[in-house]
């Protein structure tokens, strides 16, 4: 018992390194492409009801000065979307895109005036429910945005899933972390075993794991390289990580499909997320530390 708990260990202690660093990949994506202020976006043109890009009430959000404030602008001065605004901010853009720097005295005139019959009507419906109370509607605006945020956060997250898991299968191609195979290795090889075990238990006793989210694109791309250079490596020699031409040679089509399987659960597994890995390793290194105690 103790020996398959030690072979587990193994395999979660890669699965939660690979976890790490595909988590990493991701942030740097995110980053990278702005994903989190595309969502952001998408859900502010949604709102607005405006179907194309260019809608005259989304241009004139994205126009706003508060909104450029709270945009990213990278060395070649483009306008990035910012990852969050909060709705205090949104209701005051949005006032003022309706007012157009008029009095509210007018703002039921101007709300008829808005192209967009959807959004009219939803401004209508709130400013109705807050009975033509200036400070309740915009408080109504504020629970609206942070209702459709709410929605918005669940889009990022299944989109965020769908790619943590195909950059969880590059990943593995890459390493060539077979989990069938590794298993195997572990199990047959007690000395590559007790040293991957001893990394792991050594790995458990922090109190946390942290992934630095926002930061610059160059201090990601640190942390990834750091996370292969110093966690990765150390474990890639007594995992059998990486690619040997010797063990290629001969395989057949049926090893083949073994391997792309195996590569396929990795990448299902590391989408759970290195907190799932984290807290398991520690209960099992738990379990096998109070195997160990003497009766």
């Known amino acids: 018992m103790i020996g398959l708990i030690q072979v587990v260990i193994g395999l979660v202690f890669l699965l939660l390194l690979l976890s790490l660093l595909v988590t990493t990949i991701m942030e740097l994506i995110s980053s990278m492409l702005a994903l989190r202020g595309q969502n952001l976006e998408k859900a502010i043109r949604n709102m607005l009801a405006s179907g194309q890009e260019k809608g005259e009430?989304?241009?004139?959000?994205?126009?706003?000065?508060?909104?450029?404030?709270?945009?990213?602008?990278?060395?070649?001065?483009?306008?990035?979307?910012?990852?969050?605004?909060?709705?205090?901010?949104?209701?005051?853009i949005l006032m003022d895109i309706i007012l157009k720097g008029e009095d509210a005295g007018k703002l039921m005139q101007r709300?008829?005036?808005?192209?967009?019959?959807?959004?009219?009507?939803?401004?209508?419906?709130?400013?109705?429910?807050?009975?033509y109370e200036l400070e309740v509607f915009?408080?109504?605006?504020?629970?609206?945005?942070?209702?459709?945020?709410?929605?918005?956060?669940?889009?990022?997250?299944?989109?965020?899933?769908?790619?943590?898991?195909f950059v969880g299968l590059v990943v593995a191609v890459i390493f060539n972390a077979d989990t069938i195979s590794i298993y195997q290795r572990?199990?047959?090889?007690?000395?590559?075993?007790?040293?991957?075990?001893?990394?792991?238990?050594?790995?458990?006793?922090?109190?946390?794991?942290?992934?630095?989210?926002?930061?610059?694109?160059?201090?990601?791309?640190?942390?990834?390289?750091?996370?292969?250079?110093?966690?990765?490596?150390?474990?890639?020699?007594?995992?059998?990580?990486?690619?040997?031409?010797?063990?290629?040679?001969?395989?057949?089509?049926?090893?083949?499909?073994?391997?792309?399987?195996g590569w396929i659960v990795t990448a299902l597994a590391v989408s759970l997320g290195a907190p799932f890995w984290f807290d398991l390793l520690k209960k099992l290194v738990n379990i096998r530390s109070a195997g160990n105690q003497p009766k």
């Open 138 to 165: 915009k408080a109504k605006i504020r629970g609206w945005f942070d209702d459709v945020m709410d929605r918005a956060a669940g889009w990022f997250k299944r989109n965020i899933q769908i790619m943590v898991t």
């Open 186 to 261: 572990l199990e047959s090889n007690p000395e590559e075993l007790k040293e991957i075990v001893t990394m792991a238990e050594a790995y458990a006793q922090k109190s946390d794991i942290e992934v630095q989210s926002g930061g610059t694109v160059e201090q990601q791309w640190q942390q990834v390289n750091r996370l292969i250079d110093d966690e990765i490596s150390q474990a890639k020699s007594p995992l059998g990580l990486g690619w040997h031409p010797e063990e290629l040679q001969g395989m057949s089509p049926s090893d083949w499909v073994i391997k792309v399987l």
């Open 57 to 92: 009430l989304f241009q004139g959000f994205k126009e706003n000065a508060l909104y450029k404030q709270l945009c990213n602008y990278r060395g070649d001065a483009k306008q990035r979307p910012p990852s969050y605004i909060s709705a205090e901010n949104f209701q005051s």
């Open 111 to 131: 709300i008829d005036e808005l192209p967009n019959e959807d959004l009219k009507k939803v401004l209508k419906q709130l400013l109705n429910d807050a009975g």
